[in-house]
Structures are given as structure tokens and as C-alpha cells.
């Protein structure tokens, strides 16, 4: 089973960029689909994004076309690359991996520890 440890979150004024990582340990990172989701203060987790084995890729509508979801098989990492950030992104970052590209939480059965992202106005 892989293990996921994430980094890179941090504090960024709204506009600006970070790049998220999810480092896996354990074995067949490449035979996992990985996630991102996140969680607000307050509100329920949600779906970032997704990408399958064959690196197909899947946005949620908040952040299409702002966020970019890839995969190194030979470093073992998933990475989120977050542009255009506004406050609402403000959240705790958890990568994810299971055996499809779910945009549920619950075909995830391997959960990292979480990556705080605030976004200042």
C-alpha cells in the first residue's frame, strides 16, 4: 500500500501561484489514480482534481483552467500546480489515490496528512 505525504502549501495574496506535491512511498505509485480534494473551514471536502494511470485528467468547474493536476511515476509524485489563486481557495490541500478517478472521496482508499493554503484578499 502507498503512503502520501503532501508539501507547498503556504500563504499567497490572491493572483498569485503555488505548486502543491504529493510524495508517495510504498509501491505502484503508477498503478494508482490520484486526487486532490480539499476542505474550508466550515464546509464539507470537495474535488480539486483527478488523474487516471494513462495521465487523463479531471477539473472541478472552480478551478478549470487555474489549476493543473500531473503525475511523475518515476519520482513517485503527484503535483497541483494553482494559478490565478483567489481567497476562496483558502483550504486544506489532501491528495488521494485509488483505483479510479473518482471525483467521490470515497474511491480513495490512501489519504495524505493535508497541506494548508490560505489566499489573502
Known amino acids: 500500500q502507498v503512503q502520501l505525504v503532501e508539501s507547498g502549501g503556504g500563504l499567497v495574496q490572491a493572483g498569485g501561484s503555488l505548486r502543491l506535491s504529493c510524495a508517495a512511498s510504498?509501491?505502484?505509485?503508477?498503478?494508482?489514480?490520484m486526487a486532490w480534494f480539499r476542505r474550508a473551514p466550515g464546509k464539507e471536502r470537495e474535488f480539486v482534481s483527478a488523474?487516471?494511470?494513462?495521465?487523463?485528467?479531471n477539473y472541478a468547474d472552480s478551478v478549470k483552467g487555474r489549476f493543473t493536476i500531473s503525475r511523475d511515476n518515476a519520482k513517485d509524485t503527484l503535483y497541483l500546480q494553482m494559478n490565478s489563486l483567489k481567497p476562496e481557495d483558502t483550504a486544506v490541500y489532501y491528495c488521494?489515490?485509488?483505483?479510479?478517478?473518482?471525483?467521490?472521496?470515497?474511491?480513495?482508499?490512501?489519504w495524505g496528512q493535508g497541506t494548508q493554503v490560505t489566499v489573502s484578499s
Open positions: 488523474i487516471s494511470r494513462s495521465s487523463s485528467t
Open positions: 488521494a489515490a485509488g483505483g479510479s478517478p473518482s471525483i467521490r472521496g470515497s474511491s480513495y482508499g490512501t
Open positions: 510504498g509501491r505502484f505509485f503508477s498503478a494508482y489514480a
